[in-house]
């Protein structure tokens, strides 16, 4: 019972994250803004969303389920290669758009700006 | 039991929500943005909708689409941004 209660608190957090980065990348000015608040929330909430479902694999699988461990572990590399790939992922958008040129809202110092620095 | 429809319910909102976003979004940068951001609730959603159908198969699904969307917006990004990383 105390795991079903950790297990709603979680689909709350992640679920209310991935909400608020879904707003932000709506709401913000620019592109830079939205991709903090898009990527750094919907990673968030994804990693506590299938926190949830690995603590509700492992208790049906502590109490005899076989068939919830291939679940369990599986849930587990989902969440390493999610972890993993997202941060790589916005770190190369973002270097990507600043070369294209695209330059923040209501920019005043451009401290990277003629430089060649690879 | 846990009750996971109207998580998965959210969830199909938040990707409804950033797929108008890439169809609307100014510039290339944003639309990526979108995208990834789409690939990433999709990932999550395919893990909770596994485990409310019982099926590992969403699971194993949802880890060959994390690592191919990943590539995939490697490849984009590097197409914006010029020839280099």
């Known amino acids: 019972m105390a795991l079903n209660i950790v297990t709603y608190i979680f689909i709350g957090i992640g679920l209310f994250f991935n909400m608020v980065?879904?707003?932000?990348?709506?709401?913000?000015?620019?592109?830079?803004?939205?991709?903090?608040?898009?990527t750094k929330?919907?990673?968030?909430?994804?990693?506590?969303?299938?926190?949830?479902v690995i603590i509700q694999a492992a208790n049906i699988w502590a109490q005899g389920g076989i068939s919830q461990s291939v679940m369990c572990i599986h849930a587990v590399l989902a969440l390493v290669a999610l972890m993993v790939t997202n941060?790589?992922?916005?770190?190369?958008?973002?270097?990507?758009?600043?070369?294209?040129?695209?330059?923040?809202a209501k920019v005043v110092v451009d401290d990277l700006g003629g430089k060649e620095n690879d | 039991m846990i009750d996971w429809l109207p998580a998965v319910i959210i969830l199909a909102v938040c990707?409804?929500?950033?797929?108008?976003?890439?169809?609307?979004?100014?510039?290339?940068?944003t639309r990526l943005v979108a995208f990834d951001?789409?690939?990433?609730?999709?990932?999550a959603s395919l893990v909770v909708v596994g485990m409310?159908?019982?099926?590992?198969?969403?699971?194993?699904?949802a880890i060959v689409y994390a690592l191919l969307s990943f590539a995939m917006t490697l490849y984009v990004a590097k197409y914006i941004g010029g020839s280099r990383f």
């Open chain 1, 21 to 38: 980065g879904s707003i932000g990348l709506h709401r913000l000015p620019d592109m830079y803004t939205k991709l903090h608040a898009a």
């Open chain 1, 87 to 104: 941060a790589t992922g916005a770190h190369a958008i973002a270097r990507a758009a600043y070369r294209s040129g695209e330059k923040p």
């Open chain 2, 15 to 29: 990707i409804v929500i950033t797929v108008v976003r890439i169809f609307m979004g100014p510039g290339a940068p």
């Open chain 2, 52 to 61: 409310m159908f019982n099926h590992a198969i969403f699971i194993d699904v």
């Open chain 1, 41 to 52: 929330c919907t990673t968030f909430g994804s990693i506590f969303l299938i926190l949830a």
């Open chain 2, 37 to 43: 951001t789409t690939n990433t609730l999709v990932v």
